[in-house]
């Protein structure tokens, strides 16, 4: 059993889309009447406290206004078209020196909760070649483990690329949490308007 911030394991929200789908800056739709980048950050602080950061891109000001006050890390994006990667990208340069791992979570996956990001370090041994994802809907997902040994994979990353194709290579052996609820995300206004 790992802990988060003595293992410096990092929660990293995603929150840099222009979420074209969506029609408007879906990171401040609201969710219970709370936006979902904040639910997102609050879950992550709460998983990991200090060792949080979050990824802005379209729209930052209102996005990081929407989460204030900023607890961790604030990371702009200023390729966030370039897609996901870009933040992931991003996110591991600048986390990699103090980071022995970080757990991806997406900013539009309103379900997720902090009990569930604890238990992705609990079942991770600490090793620089374990992968921990979320199973839901016969698949895994996010929010995912990266440890170290990934970081140079994923610092590489482009386009909309997030990292899934490290769970098929042969150097990482990859563990999974179930959590059903992950396989609600919101792409869209009828996506909110049905959960």
């Not at 996005?63 to 604030?74: K, Y």
């Not at 992705?120 to 090793?127: K, P, Q, Y």
């Not at 999974?176 to 396989?183: I, L």
């Amino acid at each position: 059993m790992t802990d988060a911030t003595s293992n410096r394991v990092f929660a990293v929200v995603l929150a840099a889309g222009s979420a074209s789908r969506f029609g408007s800056t879906k990171q401040l739709a609201r969710f219970n009447d709370i936006a979902l980048v904040r639910l997102a950050t609050e879950t992550a602080f709460a998983a990991c406290a200090d060792n949080t950061a979050i990824v802005v891109g379209h729209d930052w000001q209102a996005v990081v206004a929407a989460c204030e006050p900023i607890r961790g890390f604030l990371l702009v994006n200023d390729q966030h078209r370039a897609g996901i990667g870009s933040s992931i990208s991003q996110a591991v340069r600048t986390l990699q020196h103090t980071a022995r791992a970080c757990i991806i979570l997406l900013a539009d996956q309103p379900l997720i909760t902090a009990e569930h990001v604890r238990s992705l370090v609990e079942t991770w041994s600490g090793a620089d070649k374990e992968i921990v994802a979320t199973a839901y809907s016969g698949t895994l997902g996010p929010p995912v483990l990266f440890p170290r040994g990934c970081f140079a994979d994923l610092e590489a990353l482009t386009g909309d690329s997030g990292g899934r194709h490290l769970f098929d290579d042969d150097r990482f052996t990859v563990k999974h949490v179930s959590f059903e609820d992950a396989a609600i995300d919101i792409d869209t206004r009828e996506d909110l308007n049905r959960l």
